[in-house]
């Protein structure tokens, strides 16, 4: 599978953003959908995933309540929902996809990658 994300850009403290994150391929339902972020000189970190059955998910802690992962499988695409934004939450957003996986916060566990997105949050 192939990803591409994108929706990122420059917003306010408190804005409101959603990124997308398009999949080709005619399995993408069977795929667990990730989205990491990174800023320079630290590692990916996990933010949200869903897994690809019964579609259950699991937020970082840093972003639960305010961020929120879904999927249309119909379109083949993930969305990120971000409100509230903080300035911390600025990165380059990633999104990527596990074969049958539940969803998880390792990165590790991705084989597909797409290329990142940044957010920059003003304050």
């Known amino acids: 599978v192939q990803l591409q994300a994108y929706g990122g850009g420059l917003v306010q403290a408190g804005d409101s953003l959603r990124l997308s994150c398009a999949a080709s391929?005619?399995?993408?339902?069977?795929?667990?959908v990730g989205w990491f972020r990174q800023t320079p000189g630290n590692e990916r970190a996990f933010v949200a995933a869903?897994?690809?059955?019964?579609?259950?998910?699991n937020y970082a802690d840093s972003v639960k309540g305010r961020f929120t992962i879904s999927r249309d499988n119909a379109k083949n695409t993930v969305y990120l929902q971000m409100n509230s934004l903080k300035p911390e939450d600025t990165a380059v957003y990633y999104c990527?996809?596990?074969?049958?996986?539940?969803?998880?916060?390792?990165?590790?566990?991705?084989?597909?990658w797409g290329q990142g997105t940044l957010v920059t949050v003003s304050s």
């Open positions: 391929g005619r399995t993408f339902s069977r795929y667990a």
């Open positions: 990527a996809a596990h074969w049958t996986g539940w969803g998880s916060r390792d990165s590790r566990e991705y084989g597909y």
């Open positions: 869903m897994a690809w059955r019964l579609g259950s998910t």
